[in-house]
């Protein structure tokens, strides 16, 4: 008979002292990390569902997405006795840059209004004593929410931008090149922005946490643009401006490149657009943002292990 085996017949011997000692053997350990995470990934997931964050974010996206068809159906049909079919697509191909435009501002939001009270809404609270006293590693706890948040982010990634994506397609019949690739870099741009709210939320209240994440990302956004305007005019303080601000926060970053990689052919022969830059981000950026993400959830672990509750 295994060891495992000894020490569950002895806990089901309550008068015997092994067994009350296996029992505290156990209680001490705890369910276990793999258990702890997998238990805080489902129960941020349904706390997302039960306060209708999810709910509201698929309604709003979807009123984003029949608004996005509705305009694209309009300009497609418009153009379709009086443009060739490369005029069409380049059209459609702005168009869609547009909404992806905008849906990655919507799932960054997303990103750091719905995290922002994880943390510090509990602590404010005291529910957080419920758990964190328990015999569980509180970096643990800290890693389950951040996986939880990750699978509502993917889900509405997918469903926002991947939308977009679909919908260019069934519209056009044309699908841009480097998609898989693109989405990537959006959905690395929302979980990057989420590492940074958990983080500020383990010293910070709610409402504060969420400011500290919008004004980095505003930050990077208004840096993005002054990098834009200095490589086109060959202004290099500029462009060393927008540098900085990339180091500092590189979610900009991150949609330029993914911009770049699914513009359309003539926008991008022109060099520049609203959308991206003569400056197109390296994949050194890429690399530097996903440090970037996994080092401010370490911070939000180690934080979160710190903080006296």
């Not at 159906?73 to 380049?90: D, L």
């Not at 995290?115 to 328990?134: F, P, V, Y």
């Not at 590189?250 to 060099?271: E, M, V, Y």
């Not at 890429?286 to 080092?295: E, G, T």
């Amino acid at each position: 008979m295994s060891d495992k085996a000894i020490d569950l017949e002895a806990v089901r011997r309550p008068e015997s002292p092994s067994g009350e000692r296996a029992r505290a053997v156990l209680l001490a350990r705890g369910p276990g990390v793999l258990r702890t995470l997998a238990w805080m990934a489902r129960a941020t997931f349904r706390e997302a569902v039960r306060r209708k964050i999810l709910l509201i974010a698929l309604i709003a996206g979807a009123g984003f997405l029949g608004l996005f068809w509705a305009g694209l159906h309009s300009i497609m049909s418009n153009m379709a006795h009086t443009q060739n079919q490369v005029n069409r697509r380049e059209a459609a191909g702005m168009v869609t840059m547009m909404a992806l435009y905008a849906g990655s501002m919507m799932t960054s939001l997303m990103a750091a209004l719905t995290s922002c009270d994880t943390l510090a809404g509990e602590i404010a609270s005291g529910t957080i004593h419920a758990i964190a006293t328990k015999p569980v590693c509180r970096w643990s706890l800290v890693l389950g929410k951040w996986v939880g948040f990750v699978w509502l982010l993917t889900l509405y990634v997918l469903f926002l931008e991947g939308g977009t994506i679909v919908i260019e397609w069934l519209e056009s019949r044309n699908l841009p090149l480097h998609t898989a690739g693109a989405l990537a870099l959006i959905w690395l741009q929302a979980v990057l922005l989420l590492g940074v709210t958990m983080a500020c939320s383990t010293r910070f209240s709610a409402l504060t946490s969420g400011a500290c994440t919008l004004g980095l990302y505003g930050l990077a956004f208004i840096g993005g643009w002054i990098e834009q305007f200095g490589a086109l005019r060959h202004v290099q303080a500029c462009v060393n401006l927008g540098i900085v601000a990339s180091l500092i926060m590189p979610s900009d970053a991150l949609w330029r490149r993914a911009a770049f990689k699914i513009q359309p052919p003539l926008l991008g022969a022109a060099g520049v657009s609203p959308f991206s830059s003569t400056t197109v981000p390296s994949a050194a950026t890429v690399v530097y943002a996903i440090a970037y993400a996994v080092l401010a959830l370490l911070v939000a672990q180690i934080l979160f292990e710190r903080r006296d509750l």
